[in-house]
């Protein structure tokens, strides 16, 4: 296979992708002559292929975890799979045998999945780990999803405050969510007396 001359594109020309779902990169390698290569004179093709994207060339790209690489001997394809994380507007790098293919980088885009909230983040604006009763406490929810890229949308969340040392749940005032930035929403509340939320 001559690198300069390979065609690539994306499988059916689908070319968006959300987070955690397969993409399918086709290429039709050819010889320096413009000539279709076959999988007969160049099996060992398929062993010898690196991804890597980026959000831009000026960023060092990441490597692609392929999931599967095969010969669509009809059609003379090699088709190469992997799943899509990071989201963005992204560029895929292709190369074989440390050459870069003449389509090479090949543009796509990644949406974020579905909101995990075990991956999902919540910092408190301050830095001391003691307040007051009645002060205002501040904070920012960093919503992902399983492949940590932020999740748009206000999502409804609960907070609880536990006291330490028994266990209870403090009686909260004036809870409020705001959405700040995509993924991103702000909360604040205050804390109340326990004894004087029972009266």
Not at 24 to 49: C, M, R
Request: glycine share 6%.
């Amino acid at each position: 296979m001559y690198p300069a001359a390979g065609i690539l594109s994306w499988r059916d020309g689908i070319n968006e992708f959300i987070a955690g779902t397969k993409a399918e990169l086709l290429i039709l390698p050819k010889d320096a002559y413009g000539n279709n290569v076959s999988s007969d004179t160049e099996q060992s093709l398929l062993h010898n292929f690196t991804l890597s994207a980026s959000t831009s060339n000026r960023i060092p790209p990441s490597v692609v975890d392929i999931t599967d690489k095969r010969w669509n001997n009809q059609q003379g394809y090699l088709i190469i799979e992997f799943i899509t994380s990071k989201s963005g507007n992204l560029v895929l790098h292709v190369q074989v045998e440390n050459q870069t293919l003449h389509d090479s980088p090949l543009p796509f885009v990644v949406f974020p999945g579905e909101l995990d909230v075990y991956s999902c983040v919540a910092e408190l604006n301050v830095e001391t780990k003691y307040f007051q009763l009645f002060s205002t406490m501040e904070g920012l929810i960093y919503q992902h999803d399983k492949y940590e890229n932020l999740v748009s949308r206000l999502y409804a969340f609960d907070i609880e405050v536990i006291e330490k040392g028994t266990n209870l749940s403090m009686p909260l005032a004036d809870l409020v969510f705001e959405e700040v930035g995509p993924g991103v929403q702000s909360f604040s509340f205050s804390l109340q007396n326990p004894e004087a939320s029972c009266s």
